[in-house]
């Protein structure tokens, strides 16, 4: 067995550092916590399609119990080849689809000249290949607004909280963490959910921790059984890829759910977060 | 992102396969039941340290709940300076701790010249350093005991499945799998337990798949957040380390917890297996 | 064995791709050439500390062969802890100190609005925390100037093409590739040097491929034996960490090497190529 | 940057360790040499296919220049449904090879049970899969003849040199370490080749390293490359796949070389050592 690690030894000191502030942080967006007794779910497509699209999403998955929307306008695809995101049609998307649900919106930026398009979302998304863009960090830091950083797909879980510092410093403490998955050698599945983070991050941090179960498996008929495992890990909210038609969805549709699937998700969900309350 | 492996579309075609055997295989051991609608908790120290030890430790556990016993007696050692277990004692002591409590018993085998000694053990268990080690797989297969194999620690699902089909083949249709964490970048955890081996795993396979969170993690912190996901997961089993003085441990201490704490955790883990059923 | 990947059957095909440009790119900075028969050696300290530090080092180099000047002005720290370069007035020390001894520089970018500051820099250098900071990437593609792009160290050689086309596309072909080590679970070294890299890339790509030993060791006494090695794998330069008191460097002291042991390895590194060259 | 890791201010202190034994050992195998002043070629098929074709290659591979011959007869195969060797008949027609060209021969084992038909195998080799195989560790340590052990591929150095020691402490000091790749998220190549293992090695411990590029890349067209950079590391050997006949080799073809392919390279890795020497 490979000796034992000292890692958890080494407190975590910075002011995502549990020592900096000892109660958990609970995030207030609108009527929406993250954080705390509730379990927070963020669910939409991976992209922002059309405005048929994110509307009819919203309001599906709104009666559904979803309590934040999500849709991608700038995606940072891998391959300059791929769909890139609607943009700033996309978010202007968004935000109306936000309203008219009632949810708070969240999506991701890549670049630090997007910032005045991000006036009317509530959560600002620091995707994983942006974990170590400090210069992006220290920006998004200086908005005020909740931001919410996915841990880079080969990053340390004390990195991600270096991360969180970043934007911390700059005077905004409504930071989100959200495990994602890593990069190891197993192939099944699209990257390896380290569930693990979920509680090791909560002794480390008083942050809220999500968990994005799309993502990490890249297979819809996965992501149920790992937003399960997320809940009784005792992670603070889940993240999940909803689609009205996940077979023509533009961009990742192998990992999307349909509205159906998302409610039986929800449902199962909660009903893991109310026996372990009990107990 | 990464293109999309296209592992899963391969189905597994050997004895191991789904496409072999459509319905789940459950496991008998004298009354247990390993597979199937049960939790399967099996529990005890990493090493039986003295016949004292087991025997209260097998008491404990068995008021708890616990429906199998665990106890290394050939322990595989990293360093040849640690401490290797009991040996041939070591078995004795714990197939008299499984008879007074009338629990069935497992222990690790190491090598083939070990096999006459494993007469009163009822499942014999392949570690994770020997799942590809075949001639010991194909002895184990020849007999007829049900085996536990544990994924390596850098080893893929399919190759977890060719083990198993190592034993298989040689007539033994009692396999359990057993995920135990891989080896990754990340230090705050000894290894990175790999969840979705288990929706993975059922999906390919119709052999029960269980989970040890106390190897995976190191610590015994995170075994019951662990072990509850898991469940949530859809393991048909938990394996845990537990010692009734878990400082004093003569191996892996930091990662065993006490009766107490295994009481809390399998009433827990029964409730989040409960609320699944219902919901 | 696992089973063999099919990576490589399927060819790159973007303009950074082989079928794109048959004959090797060659970049030519003054009178310095990256790529084809010449050994590059870019060298120089991890970050510029202070005007004499840089102008001495830049002699000390010059006079054993380097022919082109790093120095780090903005420093991409994991922790906000951390010193984090001396920004602008770094970038004005190292452009004089290349002046001086005639030497072409490199330095490198971690944002978008540093760009005007770069105007001196003869290479932009994309670090290995950025190399999917698309939005950088499109950017710094628009100046013309050679750019250097680290592997991020857990991207894919795939990866690292696709990054370069997000330059490429963007209208500047002069594009340099670096291996720096990606990240692994052996803690020997900080990274593991992936020198297969070196082969793989020259078959996919025509643009050059340099290595940098002292990132992917961490540690002074293993960056010769690499960089030797990278030579012989057929690198087509070499980025070495030279510091004229390593041990009171600010930053990554422990991977410097010092201008005596660096006139050794330059030495060694040009046989290893005329030795494969003679052959 | 990841904080620096402090694995290497601990020596190693069993007796593999540098501290032991302060030369390097030198193992002797009829009128050849492992370790010291001269390099190390061992080469041959992957498996013994026939009678013939041994003696063949033993014959074209011993006039290049090749000073050990390897073939496997007990192969140790993932799938249960791939070739398994031609086991002792193997063993007979590879010694028949040895003696026939004058070359020491060398040939896996893995299982306890074959030692007795190892009698004419001048080194036993043990494999990847079974560097923690501590059982057949101690009983070849025991035989007195030299073994090669090979790096698992997810174990670090610091396990490889406890499997080391498990030999040594045997009473054979004749022990040859071999590095062949780890697994990591890479694919374009089989495994991922650490050739730090090389310099990192050779300071912890006096034993001789030889490296593996034909299992680590997998890819005939990368072996040369990544065998001199092995030669440029440091490495006392290497351990190169040739067949007379690569297309139609039964295990591994596509990373064998042909006797001309490994003509060239072995007179390249030569000049590469010479080079070195001289300067």
Same mark, same amino acid.
């Given at each position: 067995?490979?000796?034992?690690?000292?890692?958890?030894?080494?407190?975590?000191?910075?002011?995502?550092?549990?020592?900096?502030? /000892?109660?958990?942080?609970?995030?207030?967006?609108?009527?929406?916590?993250?954080?705390?007794?509730?379990?927070?779910?963020? %669910?939409?497509?991976?992209?922002?399609?059309?405005?048929?699209?994110?509307?009819?999403? %919203?309001?599906?998955?709104?009666?559904?119990? %979803?309590?934040?929307?999500?849709?991608?306008?700038?995606?940072?695809?891998?391959?300059?080849?791929?769909?890139?995101?609607?943009?700033?049609?996309?978010?202007?998307?968004?935000?109306?689809?936000?309203?008219?649900?009632?949810?708070?919106?969240?999506?991701? *930026?890549?670049? *630090?000249?997007?910032?005045?398009?991000?006036?009317?979302?509530?959560?600002?998304?620091?995707?994983?290949?942006?974990?170590?863009?400090?210069?992006?960090?220290?920006?998004?830091? /200086?908005?005020?607004?909740?931001?919410?950083?996915?841990?880079?797909?080969?990053?340390?879980?004390?990195?991600?909280?270096?991360? =969180?510092?970043?934007?911390?410093?700059?005077?905004?403490?409504?930071?989100?963490?959200?495990? /994602?998955?890593?990069?190891?050698?197993?192939?099944?599945?699209?990257?390896?959910?380290?569930?693990?983070?979920?509680?090791?991050?909560?002794?480390?941090?008083?942050?809220?921790?999500?968990?994005?179960?799309?993502?990490?498996?890249?297979?819809?008929?996965?992501?149920?059984?790992?937003?399960?495992?997320?809940?009784? =890990?005792?992670?603070?909210?889940?993240?999940?890829?909803?689609?009205?038609?996940?077979?023509?969805?533009?961009?990742?549709?192998?990992?999307?759910?349909?509205?159906? %699937?998302?409610?039986?998700?929800?449902?199962?969900? /909660?009903?893991?977060?109310?026996?372990?309350?009990?107990?």
């Amino acid at each position: 067995m490979p000796e034992f690690n000292e890692g958890l030894k080494k407190d975590y000191f910075g002011p995502a550092g549990r020592s900096s502030h /000892r109660e958990d942080t609970v995030i207030e967006i609108n009527e929406v916590k993250v954080g705390g007794s509730d379990l927070a779910i963020i %669910a939409g497509p991976c992209s922002v399609e059309s405005r048929e699209q994110i509307l009819n999403i %919203a309001d599906e998955i709104k009666d559904t119990g %979803a309590c934040i929307l999500r849709g991608g306008a700038f995606k940072p695809r891998t391959s300059p080849y791929n769909f890139q995101g609607l943009g700033e049609e996309g978010l202007r998307y968004l935000s109306e689809a936000g309203r008219a649900s009632g949810l708070p919106v969240i999506s991701e *930026i890549t670049g *630090i000249c997007q910032i005045d398009l991000f006036g009317d979302i509530d959560i600002i998304q620091v995707g994983a290949r942006n974990m170590q863009n400090f210069e992006l960090l220290k920006e998004v830091g /200086r908005l005020g607004k909740p931001v919410l950083i996915k841990r880079g797909f080969s990053n340390t879980l004390r990195e991600l909280l270096f991360a =969180a510092d970043y934007v911390m410093n700059e005077g905004n403490p409504n930071v989100i963490l959200c495990e /994602r998955g890593i990069r190891t050698f197993e192939t099944y599945t699209r990257n390896t959910l380290d569930l693990s983070a979920v509680p090791v991050l909560k002794k480390l941090t008083h942050l809220p921790v999500i968990v994005d179960p799309s993502h990490a498996t890249g297979r819809s008929e996965f992501v149920e059984p790992m937003a399960l495992a997320a809940v009784a =890990a005792g992670a603070d909210g889940i993240m999940i890829e909803v689609h009205d038609d996940p077979v023509h969805s533009v961009t990742d549709g192998r990992q999307a759910i349909d509205p159906e %699937a998302f409610m039986r998700l929800v449902s199962r969900a /909660r009903a893991v977060r109310a026996a372990l309350k009990e107990e």
